[in-house]
C-alpha cells in the first residue's frame, strides 16, 4: 500500500506563489510517473504536471512557463512550485503516483486527499 500526503496549498493573490509538496510512503517497491493533477468546481480533474522516475516533465499548456514539477526519488517527494498564479489556477490539487507493487508486477494509480489552492483577483 502507498500512502500519498500533500501539504502546502493556501490562498494567494493573483500574481503571487505557492509550493505544493506531495510525500509517498508505506510499502514502496518502484514509484514510476508521479504528478499533480487538479479538479476545478463542476469541471473534471486534469493533469497539470508529471515527473518520470528519471527527470523527464511535461506540463499542461495552461502552466507552461509558470510552474515546475520536480522530485526527490530518495525521499519519495513531489514538489510543485506555482509562480504568476491566475484565479483560474484555483482547483483541488492532487498528488498521484503510479506504483509498482513488487518485482511480480502489479501497477497501482495512487492518489493523495488532495489540497485547496485559491488565487484571488
Known amino acids: 500500500q502507498l500512502r500519498l500526503v500533500e501539504s502546502g496549498g493556501g490562498l494567494v493573490q493573483a500574481g503571487g506563489s505557492l509550493r505544493l509538496s506531495c510525500t509517498a510512503s508505506g510499502d514502496i517497491y518502484r514509484i514510476n510517473d508521479m504528478a499533480w493533477y487538479r479538479q476545478a468546481p463542476g469541471k473534471e480533474r486534469e493533469l497539470v504536471a508529471v515527473?518520470?522516475?528519471?527527470?523527464?516533465?511535461n506540463y499542461a499548456d495552461s502552466v507552461k512557463g509558470r510552474f515546475t514539477i520536480s522530485r526527490d526519488n530518495a525521499k519519495n517527494t513531489v514538489t510543485l512550485r506555482m509562480n504568476s498564479l491566475k484565479p483560474e489556477d484555483t482547483a483541488v490539487y492532487y498528488c498521484?503516483?503510479?506504483?509498482?507493487?513488487?518485482?511480480?508486477?502489479?501497477?497501482?494509480?495512487?492518489w493523495g486527499r488532495g489540497t485547496q489552492v485559491t488565487v484571488s483577483s
Open positions: 515527473v518520470s522516475s528519471g527527470g523527464t516533465t
Open positions: 498521484y503516483a503510479e506504483h509498482i507493487g513488487s518485482w511480480l508486477g502489479g501497477r497501482y494509480d495512487c
